[in-house]
């Protein structure tokens, strides 16, 4: 049996987990977004609370239940996810795995539905979203011990995520291979490799999300530590 050392490695620790979609609104009932179910995000939640740690997630818009013993709070936007992460820190350790949507709508989304009018769809004008993950990567002060991002690829997976490591300033990247074929967007099991900064990659086993979110814990927890 693990003694209580091994059952609660994240004890005293305060762990930062961002998880879900963004949603940017156009008007009341339209809006932009990255696919994402949040599955993966909330079971990191859920481990490291098993882990001993106290977690906050900041989740967006999922249909999942709020972890037990966590502290949730619930964003919709790109810039409110960002306004609760900086008001949720100090963290030991944050873990970015939200898909935060990139752009949104320039101008601030309507009061009332847009309607069609016969002449075709007025033209969409967009605005970059805060880099969450790299605001909070590249602080000089109140900056995590541990800042985790993650990288959802279609092609050149290791490539891309080595390339954002470095961008972003963050500590670890977990990729993953979204491709159709794979079914991880949505899906039980993810595939991942943990890509650290010295460009080394390391490739774990299919497994369920439970399974993917516990392991990652564990191995936080030892990076945390060291
Ligand atoms: N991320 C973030 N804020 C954003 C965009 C991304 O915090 N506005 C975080 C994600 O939560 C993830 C990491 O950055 O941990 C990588 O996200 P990804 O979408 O893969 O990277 P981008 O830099 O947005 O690049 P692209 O979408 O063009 O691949
Ligand atoms: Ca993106």
Redesign the pocket.
Known sequence: RPGPQEAKPLAGRRVLV?SGPTHEPIDPVRYIA?RSSGRQGHAIATAAAQAGAAVTLVSGPVSLPDPTGVDVVHVET?REMLSAVEAALPADIAI???????WRPEVEAAAKKIKKDGSGPAPLALAE??????TIAKRSEGRPSLVV?????TDSVLD?ARA?IA??GCDLIVANDVSAEGGVMGGAENTVHLISRDGSVESWPRAAKEEVARRLVARFAELAEG
């Open positions: 961002t990255n790109a970015f795995a939200a898909a935060v949507a990139d979203n805060p880099d969450i993950l790299a991002g993650f990288a959802a690829e891309h954002k961008r972003k």
